[in-house]
């Protein structure tokens, strides 16, 4: 069980918007930086976003990061079916002295 | 452009030990700003964060496999590797490298193909 706390799976159909959120605590989002990664089926997770928001060179705007307190979030609008993937957030847990993944979060494209 | 490329057993025997070599290309391993680490994902599940080095050689483990987890680096072959021992069945998984940026929530930004091991008598 992660630290990071992510919703199993969201959907939404094409073109429209949906969010992930990741949820954690003082000792990791409340005091690190937070990334975001997307991993298509069979391949290796590829980073979208970086310390928040800064979104990873090619990566289209379609994909933003934010964050508030203990919890961030990743949202990506006008959803096109290669976004079905898994995505996941990670940070530093200063408490556990470990870089943490979340649990991940299935993303359908009705 | 920077790769990374796993290389290892793909089938090891419990209690005995696993060795990865993470092979980098396009990028000096001894560079200033940028750490290297691993990260593993048993099938059906999330990733893992396994080990970091950073441009001092000091390394980061995860508390959970401190015990059995070793990272080192050969700057003459631009290589860093990963040894795990002894491993149990729950070490299946794919093995993935990559490099890391420094500093605290650091991030992931290249990462290998992966290669899958599995731990089976």
């Not at chain 1, 959907?11 to 959120?21: E, I, R």
């Not at chain 2, 940028?34 to 050689?57: A, C, D, H, V």
């Not at chain 2, 072959?77 to 040894?83: A, G, R, V």
């Amino acid at each position: 069980q992660s630290v990071l706390t992510q919703p199993p799976s969201v959907s939404a159909a094409p073109g429209q918007k949906v969010t992930v959120s990741c949820s954690g605590g003082r000792s990791n989002i409340g005091s690190s930086f937070v990334s975001w990664y997307q991993q298509l089926p069979g391949t290796a997770p590829k980073l979208l976003i970086s310390e928040d928001y800064k979104r990873f060179s090619g990566i289209p705007d379609r994909f933003s990061g934010s964050k508030s307190g203990t919890s961030a979030t990743l949202g990506i609008t006008g959803l096109q079916s290669g976004d079905e993937a898994d995505y996941y957030c990670a940070t530093w847990d200063n408490v556990l002295d470990a870089l943490v993944f979340g649990g991940g979060t299935k993303l359908t494209v009705l | 452009q920077l790769q990374l490329q796993e290389s290892g057993p793909g089938l090891v025997k419990p209690s005995e030990t696993l060795s990865l070599t993470c092979t980098v290309s396009g990028d000096s391993i001894s560079s200033s700003y940028w750490y290297w680490g691993w990260i593993r994902q048993p099938p059906g599940k999330g990733l893992e964060w396994i080990t970091t080095i950073n441009n001092s050689w000091k390394t980061y483990y995860n508390p959970a496999l401190k015990s059995r987890v070793t990272i080192s680096v050969d700057t003459s072959q631009n290589q860093f590797s990963l040894t795990l021992s002894p491993v149990i069945a729950a070490d299946t998984a794919v093995y993935y490298c990559a490099r890391q940026s420094s500093g605290l929530g650091s991030f992931h930004d290249y990462w290998g193909q992966g290669i899958m091991v599995t731990i089976s008598s």
